[in-house]
């Protein structure tokens, strides 16, 4: 239906009706252009998330009213990663050895999401909360559960009229419960940094480099509180893990379809590690693993993005005018398949981006990271995915890892698995396997 209405409204707005509300779909650099620019007064990126994963029920209320945690995300986590790169690479590495077991040069048939889940789970942990705990299975399976509960609990909720959902929200969570798991597992960590802090001042030399030292850094008063603390912990894990491991098990199914690539990414992996080491900065240098990731992602993205709510009335440069109330979305799907933006964009063409970056002054125009009005995965402007470059960095490493240690092929040569597609959003298929060995020489 979005794409339909693309092809017939191009440049305009049209509106499809989901399982709870109607849609109003934006087309066309221009509108989108409107959006980047408007005030969070007018159209609001917080309230429509705040719709969607009905946070205020199954998460806490907080994550919306005062979402500093995003703002941590966006700048010490990002500014971290190359001093941080080492420990990201270690635990892929200790991850894959552990949950992808291949004995010799035999076969494995591995069952993707689930193992990709646990890898970006610790790899991710391993930033956020150290060693031991980014290990520890309790901790790593309620992480993974989180996302989950607040998924199938948000669209529950969004079955029922907005009087019902306070009601509903208190006695369809999950959550509530994972919290206090959370609180039992990482309180703990946070309390000792806030008691040390206390006794030896912010700048102390034994400070741990992580997500639990940056949160407590820019808390404030009711912010230092443990419940809440670990709250912003359990949030940025849901807007980290499942993201991430959707991504790259659509990379990894693009890998054992399209086997061509395996040979000039491996080199290209092999020049770079060569010459420069295994570095943040080395991984930066891909091009090629960038370009192959951006374009699984192209083909796989979802056919919404970028949603917004609109706050007040509010009109478009081309005189469409969208009432208070109003739900938006980018038709993102429609957008990386228009003809008119993509050579067959229906093909997947793994170095497409890379061959862009060769022209003349292109260079830093198509990386993974940069943000286009003709590639929305990322979103926009201000309201940009502020997780995109710890995100992306994590992918092509992963993708990098495997490369150079295993060799991947479809089960008995079946096609890729298909998407799964939950209303607007596309999802790799959770149940698919495929064949894992460890590379021969």
């Not at 159209?43 to 919306?64: G, H, K, V, W």
């Not at 034994?206 to 670990?230: F, H, M, T, Y």
């Not at 090629?288 to 374009?295: L, N, R």
Request: aromatic share 10%; hydrophobic share 40%; with cysteine.
């Amino acid at each position: 239906m979005i794409h339909d209405g693309y092809s017939k409204y191009y440049g305009g707005a049209f509106k499809v009706s989901m399982m709870s509300k109607w849609m109003v779909v934006i087309t066309g650099p221009d509108m989108i252009n409107d959006i980047r620019k408007a005030s969070d007064e007018q159209l609001s990126s917080r309230a429509a998330i705040a719709e969607t994963a009905q946070s205020d029920y199954m998460i806490s209320p907080r994550i919306s009213t005062d979402p500093y945690h995003v703002g941590v995300v966006r700048t010490p986590l990002t500014r971290h990663l190359g001093t941080r790169f080492n420990d990201i690479k270690d635990e892929i590495a200790s991850s894959f050895s552990d949950l992808v077991p291949c004995k010799g040069d035999e076969w494995a048939s591995i069952p993707v999401y689930k193992t990709i889940v646990s890898i970006v789970c610790r790899t991710s942990n391993r930033v956020f909360v150290g060693l031991p705990l980014c290990r520890n299975p309790e901790y790593r399976e309620l992480n993974e559960q989180f996302t989950l509960d607040v998924v199938a609990g948000a669209q529950f909720i969004n079955m029922f009229p907005k009087i019902l959902r306070p009601v509903i929200g208190r006695l369809r969570t999950k959550a509530s419960r994972r919290i206090e798991t959370a609180i039992s597992l990482a309180g703990p960590l946070f309390q000792e940094q806030l008691d040390k802090e206390t006794q030896y001042g912010k700048d102390r030399p034994d400070k741990p480099n992580n997500l639990i030292s940056w949160l407590i850094d820019v808390a404030e008063g009711e912010q230092r509180d443990i419940r809440d603390l670990v709250i912003r912990l359990l949030s940025v894990n849901f807007g980290a893990i499942h993201t991430t491991s959707m991504a790259f098990t659509h990379i990894l199914y693009d890998l054992a379809t399209y086997p061509e690539y395996v040979k000039p990414l491996r080199e290209e992996i092999e020049s770079i590690i060569a010459t420069e080491g295994w570095t943040k900065v080395s991984t930066v240098n891909m091009h090629k693993v960038d370009s192959f990731i951006k374009e699984s992602q192209r083909i796989a993205a979802s056919g919404l993005m970028m949603r917004r709510v609109a706050m007040k009335d509010f009109t478009f440069s081309n005189g469409i005018t969208v009432p208070a109330g109003t739900h938006l979305g980018f038709a993102t799907s429609a957008t990386h398949m228009d003809e008119s933006k993509y050579d067959n964009p229906s093909e997947f063409q793994g170095f497409r981006f890379a061959e862009l970056r060769d022209k003349e002054g292109e260079s830093k125009q198509h990386q993974m990271i940069s943000l286009s009005l003709d590639y929305g995965v990322f979103g926009i402007g201000k309201h940009a995915c502020p997780g995109r470059f710890f995100a992306v960095n994590e992918l092509k490493t992963m993708l990098a890892h495997v490369l150079l240690n295993y060799d991947v092929k479809l089960v008995k040569e079946k096609q890729r698995p298909e998407n799964w597609w939950m209303s607007a959003g596309c999802i790799p298929n959770m149940t698919a396997e495929l064949m894992f060995r460890r590379r021969q020489a």
